[in-house]
């Protein structure tokens, strides 16, 4: 075994080329199949940091999984204490954000739980304690709990944080614990937990949809079953309190597909699909030893005839090939660490546990079981197959090709897959890109250059008063104008992007209702769309005189003018903004509330189930450009925008205005120079108020964009999987062509010697790789035409059947093969016929 390995060795030595070419089109396939494994072990195979995940649910306030709806504290209090199915149920509240120190733009992300939440999923702090129920009570000190990123990253992971008071939202909070490393809940961004419910005011009025449940379900309890416990529940919720719970829902989830549903089925795809590539590239190397045996058949015959075996000679091919493999696996290792590093940088967030991949032992693993699989199937084939010619007959030959017609039709079938999978994956690869790069530039409706978001929680005292509070909101509103460098700003309950105060909204035109049409409604401060850089495409946008509740006025998106008058002019129309129609009692007739409870999808169009707020109707004064409100790549409902001097009280059931404010300010340089200023502008009216947010537009922007871990991991994984088809399919063409010119050696000498010139001869090798290009391109062509419409749903700016897409996967591909045909070629044009003869 020694020896034969010192052969390989020198016979690789002699082949540098073709050695490095062999090596890295394997490692490439290992080291890819081993990053993407290493992935799929982070996200799906190691277990979740929870006691009996499987048991573990999640509880919105709607029968969807992703309409996120809030449950009332009243609600959870009742289903926790009638409930037949669940061991536990609490409360907890995502997606919130801290100040950290006296930097408002110093932001981190937090949530608030329940003091049964911890327990629940069985976990305790690695430091300190758990929230307590009187932790949870008004008036109790503000106590927070820290993860350990946080408390490693800025707390230099000081044991005596324990009971330390630290400043989050400019109000002291006492630390009480640190939780285990790689926790995470209710998502992968949270940092810090504060106490449930957060110091939210109406938390415990029915009604009032503020918080959202986890529940852990008693051993043998059924998604199902525990379902239709909620499902009683809330019927005699429903009667019992008919003002409230009219039509109150629960959707139970369970918490791990809620996690990582979306991205399971995705993962496993990808490592398929790596896979196959791995098989590709074995298939390459199978090619290449093939067009290289050829070259040493007569070496193989002088062994062969002085007395080497057939065994001996098998066991030589065997060796060279595996240690090729050996060489090319520990290359995939690092090639697959890069890429895990790589995937580490693109900061997935939204993608829970990504940043845990590693090589760890179960990664390794799999790669020595692939890169097994890999040399076996390398190996055997081409030493079954040469070693299968009598090669002492080699000595005598005539030069015929040693592979019959059928292995030929084999080879060429192979290399043709092999363009087909690369034509369709750079098809793909470049829809999405196309798609990405079209987001990434495309106009959002608004300017976010020079634009700041100032979000701000409305000081406690005026939370019930909202007169107080518009008074408050003007005199920050005038110290923000004060400041230095500041040309606009303007006022809203949400922004583009950080929207909260949406709500679909139905409308009537000259008392007809407009069927199968909403709105989404938003409440705005005068010079709001200047200021946010909205055009005014008509009329003019609100000022300081749209205050008289007798002339309410209101400025419309132009997809809304489009739908509501098609081809006429909106400003000066009319038209009036429905709610559910009430009976003396203020709830809806006894008619209507019947079909309430039965869930009745008819009640949308049904006109005598509407009326106009307060009796109303309003003046559109202008028409404004649409703005993407939710997401970058997510084109919002219509919209309609309310001056919020005349917001109707009744259409939102509850104010939320008096919660939060957020500030837009236009500057004429860099606004991150006046967040300070901005701030300090904010808490001197009163120092009850908390800066929850500080940031520029343009940043949000970016992140938005870039943030988007699935959106952004299919554009890396379909980037990198048609680059790895197009090296693929170069070195499959390259190893095709180069077996059959090493084969028709003796052809091209004697059509040399016949006097065919150098263009005969570049015709008969370029030819033939353009007749395996076209039919590859007829296959995959018609292959990436089914297969992407799958992917028009992820597409934006973009059609699946773009044509510069195909036109430059085409060029790309055929250019690559051109290329792959070229050392063949020159191979073919350096014979020298009577040598060649001679030796034949």
Known sequence: MKRDLRFALRLFARSPGWTVIAIVSLALGIGANTAVFSLIEAVLLKPFPYRDAERLVLIWGS???????GISGPDLKDWREQNHTFESIDSFLGNGKFSLGSDPADTVPSACIGAGVLPMLGVQPALGRNFTIEDEKPGAASVVILSAALWRSRFASDPAIIGRTVRLNDRPYEVIGVTPSGFFFPDTEARLWEASPCG????????????????????????????????RINAGLAQAFPDTNRGTTAGLFALRHVVIGKFEQALWILLVALFV??????ANLIHLQLARAIQRETELAVRAAIGASRTRLVRQLLTETLTLTAVAALL????????????????????????????????????AAISSVAGVLSAVWPAWRISSVRLADRLNSSGTSTTPARGRQWRDLLAITEIAAAITLLVAAGLLVRSFVYLSHASWGFNPDRLLLVDVKVPQEFRQDRNGAGEWAKSVLANLRAIEGVQRVSRSDSAPIRWGAWKPTRLAVNGSLMKGLSAGAWVVGDGYFATAGIPVVEGREFDTSDTAPSAPRVVVSRTLAERLWPNERAVGKRLQIL???SGASGNPPPEILGRLKKHDLTLENDPTVFEPVEGKSWDVIGVVQDVRMFSLDVVGDPALYLNHEQNPTRMWGMDLSRFSVKFLIRTSDDPAAITARATSAVVSVNSHATVTEIARMQDIVSAKVGGRGTSKLMVVVSTVFGSLALTFAVIGIYGVVSHTVSQRMREVGIRVALGAERRDIARLVIGYSVRLLFSGLALGLTA?????????????????TDSVTYTCAIALLSAAV????????????RIN???????T
């Open 200 to 231: 939210l005011t109406g938390f415990d009025q029915r009604g009032w949809p503020l918080l959202h449940a986890i529940g852990r379900l008693r051993p043998g309890t059924s998604l199902p079953e525990a379902q239709a416990d909620l499902d």
């Open 818 to 829: 051109i290329v792959a045909s070229v050392v063949p070629l020159r191979r073919a044009l």
């Open 579 to 581: 709610v559910m129609k």
């Open 277 to 282: 590539l791995l098989l590709i590239a074995c």
């Open 332 to 367: 995939g290792v690092f090639i697959g660490w890069v890429a895990i590093r790589a995937v580490h940088g693109l900061e997935l967030s939204d993608i829970p546990r990504m940043d845990r991949a590693a090589l760890d032992g179960r990664v390794l693993a799999f790669t």
């Open 63 to 69: 029968r969807s999984e992703t309409t996120t709806r």
């Open 784 to 800: 990436a035409w089914a297969t992407t419409r799958a992917l028009e749903s992820q597409l934006a700016g973009v059609k699946v």
């Open 833 to 839: 016929p009577i040598a060649l003869l001679r030796t």
